[in-house]
């Protein structure tokens, strides 16, 4: 394809030659300009950069090898190609500033130089600015003068006109300058306002990549490095995110965000920088920072904004470059405990309660890791949550504190497992019990005893579906007659991300492809569709937020003598589709029909389920 594209350029290149339009060394340029451009997108570098670089090069302020040879800095230390060319020494900031004023028709500025009044900095908040490096340098009427280095970047333009609503204007500036203003009015101020109960005076060391233990105390506890991970964490609570990772690469540090399911890459640092950063976590996090030979888990405790706690749950893990570094952030201010807003249907709802407020009996969440079963048992200990009541849960770990019940963590290293703690509950008067996860058959002896001695039993176990719960209780070696007698409920559950309301837009979608993917004509006949196309709230994802999808499979009289009888997946979920169990697969298009998500996001639902 790439092949007959540049035969067809080539051919339309000669033609305009003959015809005098242009001269045969331009198109001899072009056609290798866009082969470097083409070559280098393979390589993975971003399109802005190289038609910044291109622009340099066609200009002859640079040749294409030092070019290149800025791209390749950039992939190992980050920064921007003007940036990278001055740093190497292949072109200077007033050279490369003078030339894109003229190009681009853009005024120069000195913003160093400048006092930029607070109310034209607060026009755009930290994390915009500090992604595109970008300075609001002043506002006239509806207009805001954008301080940039590089005037190529759309992508800067258009999320500060969505943010702000206003027109913009790009101002030139060196990268040094917009930097220096960054860590004026965003970075440094910022962080210290935000993040002061972190921040120590220190002095600053030089980082190299052979460390000595006491350098890696002193290097991590640097001003610039603690402000920098409180940054990071700040940046992830604010977004949303439920897990920050920190990944070492030969010549970069990757970081990136977990946001409503989706890694998506948050930003690149130095290499130099892993050992300070990493050190800087293991040493929040209570870790011993001279063992990088074994995985090591910790906590973190911090406070945002006066009095948003939030814990985080560190893990690191030896890797080939280091040691990579996964957080899961626990944030209880976003822990969803009403039920009617967690995305149960009205028949599902009444089933739940119905079957959490039994006196006895056992019900069961499945789902992956990361679907949301914990928040639902939670939803459930909060509503049966009283002074009349003795809760008591085994978890691993204990991810938020309620308030009124008891909970161990469990600790397998000194034989505290769900089983065992599940035992001595029994001997704790208790009348609720969760346990964090059926996962072997001593723990589901137990439970199946405890539901039928009484106690109602919360849990989750690892299936695919609600129907295949029951199989896979007797696969540990429960009695089909046990599972039958002890089960109440099986929910099956999933997340999915819900369309983001700051760029929500109609998305025409034909019937025909509706049609085929199983919905009704009644259903999609007068039905608006919509999908997110994008924007600076939503990290241009089109998506913000995620709701649940449940398959809930009431154990009715009949769905007991199918157990009772041994049937398989097939026949239950049959059956409890005829007694009007919505599947996963029912509960996603009703999601889409309303509105909620796009069909992009459920079409995996609607393939793996009927």
């Known amino acids: 394809m790439d092949d007959q594209k540049t035969i067809d350029d080539q051919k339309l290149g000669e033609l305009l030659v003959k015809q005098g339009i242009v001269k045969k060394n331009d198109v001899s340029d072009a056609l290798l300009a866009q082969k470097r ?18 622009i340099f090069v066609r200009n002859n302020l640079i040749t294409s090898e030092q070019l290149n040879r800025a791209l390749e800095e950039q992939d190992k230390t980050g920064g921007s190609v003007g940036g990278q060319l001055t740093k190497l020494g292949f072109a200077k ?83 040094a300058e917009i930097n220096n203003a960054l860590s004026t009015y965003y970075n440094a101020s ?37 402000q920098f991970v409180n940054k990071v964490i700040s940046d992830a609570v604010r977004r949303q995110a439920s897990d920050i990772h920190f990944e070492p690469y030969e010549s970069v540090m990757r970081i990136r965000f977990r946001i409503d399911g989706k890694l998506i890459e948050a930003m690149k640092i130095p290499w130099q920088l892993k050992n300070p950063v990493g050190s800087r976590i293991k040493i929040m996090s209570q870790m011993d920072i001279s063992e990088k030979r074994l995985p090591q888990d910790g906590r973190i405790k911090v406070r945002m904004d006066g009095n948003q706690e939030i814990d985080l749950r560190v893990s690191t893990l030896p890797t080939l470059f280091g040691e990579k570094i996964a957080m899961r952030i626990l944030d209880k201010s976003f822990l969803q405990l009403d039920m009617k807003k967690l995305g149960f249907s009205e028949l599902q709802l009444r089933d739940f309660k119905n079957a959490i407020h039994k006196p006895y009996g056992m019900i069961l969440v499945t789902g992956p890791t990361g679907s949301g079963k914990t928040t639902t048992l939670y939803s459930a200990l909060s509503d049966l949550n009283n002074t009349t009541v003795n809760i008591s849960t085994a978890e691993d770990p204990v991810e938020y504190n309620i308030a009124g019940t008891n909970q161990v963590q469990v600790n397998e290293e000194i034989n505290l497992t769900f089983a065992s703690a599940l035992r001595s509950f029994l001997r704790q008067d208790p009348d609720i019990i969760m346990v964090g996860e059926i996962r072997d058959f001593e723990t589901a002896e137990v439970a199946v005893k405890a539901a039928l001695t009484g106690h109602l039993v919360l849990s989750t176990v690892h299936t695919n579906n609600a129907s295949s719960t029951v199989l896979r209780l007797i696969n540990m070696g429960v009695e089909p007659f046990l599972v039958a007698s002890s089960t109440n409920l099986i929910i099956a559950q999933r997340l999915i991300r819900k369309v983001c309301e700051g760029c929500k837009t109609v998305h025409k979608i034909d019937y025909p492809l509706l049609s085929g993917l199983g919905f009704k004509d009644e259903d999609i006949k007068n039905t608006v569709f919509y999908k997110g196309k994008g924007c600076p709230a939503c990290m ?9 999808i449940y398959e809930v499979l009431n154990i009715t009289d009949d769905i007991r003598e199918l157990i009772y009888k041994n049937a398989n997946q097939l026949e239950i979920e049959q059956t409890a589709i005829k007694n009007g169990m919505i599947t996963l697969a029912q509960a996603a298009k009703e999601k889409f029909l309303a509105g909620i998500t796009s069909l992009d996001e459920i079409l995996q639902y609607i393939g793996n389920y009927n």
């Open 37 to 54: 451009i083409r070559d280098n997108i393979a390589k993975g570098h971003k399109l802005k950069d190289l038609k910044l670089g291109e």
């Open 190 to 226: 910022a962080v210290l306002a935000e993040h002061k109960d972190f921040i120590e005076s220190i002095s600053i060391s030089d980082i190299d990549e052979e460390i000595n233990i006491s350098e890696l105390q002193r290097s991590s506890s640097d001003k610039p490095v603690m």
């Open 540 to 548: 241009n994802t089109g998506y913000r937020g995620r709701i649940a």
């Open 93 to 175: 900031d007033s050279e490369l500033i003078s030339f894109l004023s003229k190009e681009f028709g853009a005024a120069t500025v000195n913003i160093s130089t400048s006092e930029i009044p607070s109310a034209v900095i607060k026009l755009i908040p930290p994390d915009i600015a500090l992604k595109h490096q970008v300075v609001p340098y002043r506002r006239q009427g509806n207009t805001l003068y954008l301080a940039v280095s590089d005037p190529t970047n759309v992508a800067a333009l258009d999320d500060v006109k969505f943010f702000t609503g206003l027109n913009v204007e790009v101002v030139l500036a060196s990268e």
